[in-house]
């Protein structure tokens, strides 16, 4: 039996592009996770969420932002990390005002729900951050648990 006759071989190309792209998500994923940990310490996160994409905050000027990256909920806030620029929000637990679902930002459509977390910037005025959060009823619940039921 010879393993690079024609059959095999395509199985075996397909085969190692897959775990190819495998490593490579793995390899990404983990690399976020050590910079989340490295910014908010080790065990301080209580949830935390990748492929989150992160449209700006509305004191920004211009139209929404399309970055990615990784988002992380601690007992002090909630930071997001741009997974290629050097973007990055830190929020505050007690600026945080509230959490609502929203699909315009910006006075854009968004086409389809995402989360605005409304909070109170470095100036003392109101603002709004706008994120597209896998699991957003996880985020709003541990949201209101950690900051918001008072």
Known sequence: MNLLN??????LVVGGLFMGVLF????????EAKRLRRRLGEGNIVLSGYNVHFYGVESEEGKPLRSMG???LSGEGLFYRARYSKRELFIT???ITSITATDDFKGKNMYGNIVAINFINEKGEKDRAAFRIPYPERWSKA???LFLSS
């Open 6 to 11: 024609s059959g095999n071989i395509n199985t």
């Open 70 to 72: 990784a988002l992380a």
């Open 93 to 95: 637990g007690i600026q």
């Open 24 to 31: 490579i998500i793995s390899f990404v994923r983990n690399s």
């Open 143 to 145: 949201l209101n648990q």
